[in-house]
């Protein structure tokens, strides 16, 4: 990731007196998370990620502190793919963030499921970017609509990997819980992009495997 990414976020401002659970954090660990976001210890970047908002107080703080981590939270995610580390970006008060903050962390988020696809990544990892990515907004289809969008052979054999893979289990985790969290990738299984494009590439036995499911 790019120092143009660190360059957006520096201007986010300091929370102040971080005061969160003291059943998950320190005193020194609190003290870190108010700090220069560069210093905060990974596994604590790693622990933050998976925190949910009413271990703060006020929850609002948390808002912040994910906005002022989001470099160091996406670049753990890219380290070790896990939705959880960036449940942040499906808090609603992501809805609320400068537009140059939520494009640039859209941006990164497609970047780094764009070298996972580039580098031949197993179906495990992809399904977890774009999981996680999804988290941005708190909407699957969007970046469904991205797989369908990347071309080449790397792009082709992602997206194979994905059908097959969700043809046995259509329903993923989404930390922001919505009703049906598996409606948009049954959509995309059966979507006439994804045929065609399996179909192209003589995917027989994930077609099948798709009308059978």
């Known amino acids: 990731m790019t120092a143009d990414l660190d360059a957006v976020f520096a201007r986010v401002p300091a929370p102040g007196v971080v005061h969160g659970c003291q ?3 320190s005193e020194g660990d609190l003290v870190a998370l108010a700090g ?3 210093l905060v210890p990974d596994d604590l970047v790693g622990a933050f990620g998976r925190e949910t908002p009413d271990h703060f107080d006020p929850p609002e703080q948390y808002d912040l502190l994910v ?3 989001a470099p160091r939270l996406l670049r753990r995610f890219e380290q070790a793919p896990d939705p959880m580390v960036v449940r942040g970006f499906a808090n609603p008060g992501f809805a609320g963030w400068p537009a140059e903050e939520r494009e640039a962390v859209r941006a990164a988020l497609r970047d780094v499921l764009g070298r996972a ?8 990892e992809l399904e977890d970017l774009v999981l996680g990515a999804a988290h941005a907004g708190r909407d699957l289809r969007p970046w469904l609509a991205h ?3 990347l071309t080449g052979p790397e792009a082709d054999a992602a997206v194979a990997k994905l059908a097959d ?3 046995d289990f259509p329903d993923p985790t989404l930390w922001w819980w919505p009703e049906d969290p ?3 990738i049954r959509e995309w299984l059966y979507s006439d992009a994804l045929h065609e494009r399996l179909t192209r590439m003589g995917e027989t036995d994930t077609l099948i495997a798709i ?3």
């Open 23 to 25: 059943a998950c954090y």
């Open 36 to 38: 220069d976001p560069a």
């Open 67 to 69: 906005r002022r981590l």
């Open 117 to 124: 696809v580039a580098a031949g990544a197993p179906a495990a």
């Open 147 to 149: 797989l369908d969008a």
């Open 165 to 167: 893979r969700w043809s």
């Open 182 to 184: 598996g409606a948009p």
């Open 211 to 213: 009308a059978e499911a």
